[in-house]
């Protein structure tokens, strides 16, 4: 574990685990660097999995305000960190990296921004481009949580994905919920990528690298539909769908899809 230091002085708590190329993860809401730890396991054969807490989570600092330009700075120097890191102290070709939900609108706007990577794989970014989320939304989160209510932030999140409410009900009184509100103070961030993501899908246009859009077998239609228009707009992009998954992807399920798409040629 080591920590890096982002553009606006914010420090980045970072895990590697595993040998050969650089491989990124980046987490979506709700997640820290915790959360990818059975699938950073799986690719550690293969890999030297890089995974990270995004600000305000984890082991990572925060400094406000928010800029989505700060997160795609904050990406910047974990891949560069990736680098330095290497066992044979060679810089080596960029990482690939690989980005699930909000962490995959992250990711997509890092390459679009031209943050070096090899090759990037996006799980399922929440990129509703036929029905576009209101900007009024993270205000409404924004208000929650500096009036400390997090537990609002929280379930207005959720009612916001389509989250039934007898689920919501459920997570509320689950083991792990007092981890998520631990972090919900960070929802406004991945709700602002997602709304503003989603506002058109002219700027994927300028992503430059091979692309792997995935979605699950079993999630709603809007995850398909975000990979089809993914492909529809970057040349080098693929869609590949995975039976039986939904948004909370199995690790077992991904990796071996991952693998494949890394090592190829």
């Known amino acids: ?5 982002s553009t606006d002085g914010t420090t980045l708590e970072v895990e590697r685990t595993g040998a050969g ?17 059975d699938l950073a396991a799986l690719l550690a054969d293969d890999f030297t999995v890089y995974e990270y807490d995004r600000r305000g989570r984890g082991g ?10 700060r997160e795609l ?3 910047y120097a974990v891949i560069r960190s990736a680098g330095e890191q290497q066992a044979d102290g060679s810089a080596g070709a960029p990482p690939f990296v690989y980005g699930h939900s909000s962490g995959a609108v992250l990711a997509l706007d890092a390459a679009a921004s031209g943050v070096p990577m090899t090759k ?12 576009p989320v209101p900007l009024s939304t993270v205000e409404a989160l924004k208000t929650l949580v500096a009036a400390g209510d997090l537990e609002g932030a929280a ?4 009612r916001g994905t389509g989250m039934p409410a007898e689920q919501i009900e459920w997570v509320s009184h689950a083991p792990f919920w007092p981890g998520m509100l631990a972090i919900a103070h960070t929802l406004p961030y991945d709700q602002l990528l997602c709304v503003t993501g989603s506002a058109s899908s002219d700027w994927l246009a300028s992503v430059g690298v091979a692309v792997l859009a995935i979605a699950g077998g079993d999630s709603a239609a ?6 089809e228009r993914i492909a529809s707009v970057v040349s ?11 948004h909370a992807v199995e690790a077992a399920a991904v990796a071996p899809v991952l693998r494949s798409f890394f090592t190829a040629a």
């Open 21 to 37: 190329p650089a491989l990124v993860i980046v987490t979506g809401a709700f997640n820290t660097r915790q959360s990818s730890k």
């Open 222 to 227: 809007w995850a398909l539909a975000a990979a």
């Open 155 to 158: 379930k207005e999140f959720m």
């Open 120 to 131: 990037l794989a996006v799980y399922e970014p929440p990129l509703m481009f036929d029905h």
């Open 236 to 246: 080098t992009a693929t869609v590949e769908v995975l039976p039986g998954q939904n």
């Open 60 to 69: 990572s600092g925060d400094t406000p305000p928010y800029e989505i330009a």
């Open 73 to 75: 700075e904050d990406l």
């Open 1 to 5: 574990m080591y920590k890096v230091t």
